[in-house]
């Protein structure tokens, strides 16, 4: 990966046709807190933390900080999705750089009421662009519980493949050992891909290079 460390070139806002994507903001924890407890039965079929939902603004309101120090220090780079007019949560996304030098992970979930219109599908499309373009990675990743049809399918409909499927690999939500499918889109393949058409009128403003502000005021994306 390009940038070193610091992460310097990840993108702070990013836009698809009906979606904007930014880090997280301070005060943004009620409008959060809204779309995870309408998709509780859903977020705790499949996300770890959403076991622990539903929490308290508080609670949520730290995470945004510690979502925003890792941003800012380039180590991941978790998104809101809100709708194109940013008045409401669509759901959540990620950028997360933990399989390893050269490879980003995606990760990504939907608010129970907006699922079904493509909308995973339009976001993961971005950030797979953001990745390649962006950040120059040679692969891009999505990991994904093997009875999750549903993300599965997002990971298909985008022209990752399936490369394959680790066994027992992580203790599922419901306690269960869980087998993880393992999708991956190469950078020798991205351009020819379905994310690459379905990203193709996607736009993003660079985080800056120069060191963010402490946190002390307002919580901003520049
Ligand atoms: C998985 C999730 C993100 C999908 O969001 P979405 O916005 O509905 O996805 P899309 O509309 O882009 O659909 C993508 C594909 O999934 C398919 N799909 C949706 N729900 C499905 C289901 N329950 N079973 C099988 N396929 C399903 C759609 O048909 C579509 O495939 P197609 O293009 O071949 O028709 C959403 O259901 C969610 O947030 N689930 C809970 C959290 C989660 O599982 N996150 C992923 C963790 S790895």
Redesign the pocket.
């Known amino acids: 990966m390009r940038g070193g460390e610091r992460g310097p070139l990840a993108a702070a806002e990013i836009r698809t046709p009906r979606l904007a994507l930014r880090c997280w903001q301070r005060g943004e924890a009620p409008l959060l807190k809204d779309a995870i407890d309408s998709s509780l039965a859903?977020?705790r079929a499949?996300?770890p933390w959403a076991t622990s939902e539903p929490a308290p603004v508080a609670t949520i309101e730290e995470r945004l900080e510690g979502f925003h120090e890792e941003f800012a220090a380039g180590r991941d780079w978790m998104y809101a999705i809100f709708d194109a007019a940013g008045g409401r949560v669509v759901?959540g996304c990620g950028l997360h750089p933990r399989r390893g030098p050269g490879v980003l992970e995606i990760?990504?979930?939907?608010r129970t009421d907006l699922?079904?219109?493509?909308?995973?599908?339009e976001a993961a499309a971005a950030l797979t662009r953001v990745a390649v373009e962006r950040h120059g990675v040679a692969c891009v990743e999505i990991?994904?519980d093997a009875r999750?049809?549903?993300?599965a399918?997002?990971a298909r409909?985008l022209g990752f493949r399936h490369e394959r499927t680790l066994a027992d690999d992580l203790t599922a939500t419901d306690g269960t050992l869980r087998d993880t499918m393992v999708w991956a889109l190469f950078t020798t393949r991205y351009a020819t891909s379905p994310a690459a058409a379905l990203a193709s009128a996607v736009t993003w403003r660079d985080w800056p290079a120069e060191p963010l502000p402490p946190l002390t005021s307002p919580m901003e994306c520049p």
């Open positions: 859903e977020l499949w996300m759901g990760g990504y979930w939907i699922t079904g219109r493509g909308l995973a599908s990991r994904c999750n049809l549903a993300s399918a997002v409909r």
